[in-house]
């Protein structure tokens, strides 16, 4: 199974960048990358300790979640994934995290509307709210799969954490990024209680269209 090497690599590179900052907590969270040309996907094992996962102890899944390669149990969150790789075809990479802050705005369901030009440009025009439900149901993938068809690249999932996604893995691992450095801006904020400016309409609307036009590229590759 030499041929999944690089995508499973890609997981292990990236699970470790991720806990080195501090995005990725104990097991929490899991990590896919889907294989180009393939109904198909690398994921992060479930339950699994990322400081000690190698290259061998990624799955590889078909998008009905028969396992292609790897002996481990696949992330709970699999049918997740394959429901967001079915549903958004300019997505190749989505990460899921318990990241603090975007997890504590999910606890008061604030949703971030459009604050910083970065921000519009590659997560998208705001990251909403995913109502809560129970980690690895059908509700949960039903849910995530409805919501995504919006174009956004981040989303924060009640009481639970965030999902993000890239055009490529590089994308995704910023995106984290953008996203925490927005939550946290954006919590400091309201504890003030002050009026909370947004970037103007126009503003938004020009970036979120350069964000559109990147994902098209790379649907129309993948068509
Ligand atoms: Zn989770």
């Known amino acids: 199974m030499t041929d999944y ?14 806990v080195e900052k501090g995005y990725l907590m104990a097991t929490g969270g899991n990590v896919s990358v889907r294989i180009p ?8 094992p479930s ?12 799955c590889v899944l078909d998008f009905d979640l028969n396992v292609i390669a790897g002996k481990l149990k696949p992330s709970v969150e699999s049918s997740m994934h394959a429901a967001i790789y079915q549903a958004r075809p300019d997505v190749n990479a989505v990460i899921h995290t ?7 705005l999910t606890l008061i369901k604030a ?20 109502p809560y439900a129970p980690s690895g149901t059908g509700l949960l993938k039903n849910t995530i799969a409805k919501h995504v068809r919006d174009h956004n690249n981040a989303y924060m999932m009640q009481n639970h954490g965030a999902l ?7 994308r995704a691992i910023h995106n984290v990024e953008i ?9 400091l904020a309201l504890t003030t209680e002050r009026k909370i400016s947004k970037i103007p309409l126009a ?5 979120f269209s350069k964000l559109r036009k990147d994902q098209k590229t790379v649907e129309s590759s993948a068509a």
């Open 164 to 170: 993000i996604f890239g055009t490529d893995m590089q």
């Open 111 to 130: 949703s971030i509307p459009a604050l910083f030009d970065e921000q519009a440009r590659f997560l998208g025009r705001s990251v909403e709210i995913i």
């Open 5 to 18: 090497l690089p995508y499973k690599q890609e997981i292990t590179t990236t699970c470790q960048k991720l």
């Open 47 to 58: 339950d699994y300790d990322y400081l000690q996962m190698t290259a061998e102890d990624v």
């Open 179 to 187: 996203l925490e450095k927005c939550s946290l801006a954006y919590l």
């Open 98 to 104: 318990h990241q603090v802050y975007a997890s504590a």
């Open 37 to 44: 040309g393939k109904t198909a996907f690398a994921i992060t």
């Open 203 to 207: 503003v938004r609307e020009i970036a």
